[in-house]
């Protein structure tokens, strides 16, 4: 299930009648495009649903154009960021876009992927 505007897409993942997961991806300017809400139920985790997330996401990252791809993600978020890296993101600095508030980057990581 998909729900896009011009600048960006959300999606959810429904397993039978529940929504377990979800993922988007908006436009921070031209030809850069950030992932943002990437999440999975943890008893859903380690099913490949993250992974198919992130093809979904990569897919319409071409489709609009984008070079590359941010997201930024907790530095607790060990899971995530293991996804991440085996799909072929590293860190990167902070990006002036970035949502996460002042107080909380110094646990942030930034992360890019090029296309």
Known sequence: MSSMSKGG????IQVE???VGMGALRKLKEGIGEIKRMY??????GKGLGKKMLQLLFNR????????IYLETGSFM???QHLYRSAGFYNREEY????????????????????
């Open 9 to 12: 897409v959300f999606y959810l």
């Open 17 to 19: 009648d529940k929504i």
């Open 40 to 45: 999975i139920k943890p008893e859903y985790q």
């Open 61 to 68: 990252s071409m489709e609009y154009g984008f070079s590359a």
């Open 78 to 80: 060990t899971t995530a």
């Open 96 to 115: 002036p876009e970035t949502e996460v508030p002042q107080q909380l980057r110094h646990v942030w990581l930034f992360m890019e992927k090029r296309l």
